[in-house]
């Protein structure tokens, strides 16, 4: 661009609708995906979206233990801290393109 030249407005209003169009396809396809993680070598395992929100946390039988309710504790937060870690790695990879590197809350 030269100097002095203003951007051209209805260019810079047809990146901002692609932009947006990119962000709700993104946001469709996480929505739609569902990611799983397991602790305990499988004894616990955690379903969660792409948006963040968790579907379901099952839990074997043999590893519920009334006299040992701290390790249940720790292994159900351990599936729960590595579905959120793949959910935000799933977010970025998605909407990283969509938002052309730039952060969205939420996201």
Known sequence: MRPGAQPNMQQLMKQ??????QVARAQAELAEAE??????NGLVTVVITGL????????DPKVVDAD?????????????H??????RELA?????PATGGLSLPGF
């Open 68 to 80: 040992d309710v701290e390790t249940l504790e720790d292994l159900v937060l351990a599936a729960i």
């Open 16 to 21: 901002a609708q692609k932009m947006q169009e």
């Open 92 to 96: 970025e990879t998605k909407m990283g």
């Open 52 to 59: 963040g929100e968790f579907k379901s946390v099952k839990i």
């Open 35 to 40: 990611l799983s993680a397991t602790a305990g």
């Open 82 to 87: 590595s579905a959120a870690e793949k959910q």
